[in-house]
């Protein structure tokens, strides 16, 4: 686990590197050795942004790979925390990528907003219900069996951090069919809060409060 999140942190760190590169580049074009106003079609937000969220991901991973340590309950938080970073990036390369792809929008039926609208509510339920029930046998566990405790923990976590990213999920797929950024928007802003919402909690307080 060590050496997979250190070749992550290296392979975030060389993305963020090169797309630092690539605007720094597309800066000097639109600048063109002169003293020319920038042109603004050439630059784009949206890049500055995804590089900060990049290089930001990459500091964090470093972060808990050096602070990680050797006893099981230290691995399992380092693991969960570096999945929850991967899911926080997911959710913003799901959301860049729908922003350069720059679909049209289309007329959509009410049928299928509907029907992600009770998916959404579905998921939401779902996580809720499983992961009280988790972090509860994990804290029964607790004073058991150790491993049992920390597996239970651990699948609390993932399936919060999976059930908020199908929302991001779903906002994507009705951007792809047509729908605007004002509705696709709102699956892209729920996702976002219950990632926010649900994110790790160390093993003494989720076995104090395991709501």
């Known amino acids: 686990m060590k050496y997979i999140g250190q070749y992550a942190a290296l392979a975030m760190a060389m993305l963020s590197g090169t797309l630092f590169l690539n605007g720094f580049v597309r800066l000097l074009r639109a600048y063109n050795y002169t003293h020319q106003p920038l042109a603004s079609a050439l630059l784009s937000a949206s890049d500055t942004l995804f590089v900060g969220i990049t290089c930001l991901a990459s500091a964090r991973i470093y972060q808990l790979l050096v602070r990680s340590k050797s006893d099981a309950i230290s691995k399992a938080q380092t693991e969960v925390e570096l999945s929850y970073v991967g ?86 797929v009705l951007r792809f069919i047509g729908c605007s950024w004002h509705i696709a928007g709102i699956f892209f802003g729920l996702s976002l809060c219950f990632l926010l919402l649900w994110r790790p909690r160390q093993m003494a307080a989720t076995s104090a409060h395991p709501a």
């Open 87 to 172: 899911f926080l990036g997911a959710w913003s390369c799901i959301l860049f990528m729908l922003h350069k792809m720059n679909l049209p929008q289309r007329t959509v039926s009410s049928r299928p907003l509907v029907a992600f609208v009770l998916a959404t509510a579905v998921v939401v339920w779902a996580g809720v219900v499983m992961r009280k029930t988790l972090f509860k046998k994990s804290a029964d566990a607790l004073a058991g069996s150790g491993g049992e405790a920390l597996r239970h923990w651990r699948g609390a976590h993932i399936i919060g951090f999976t059930h908020a990213m199908s929302i991001a999920i779903f906002g994507a």
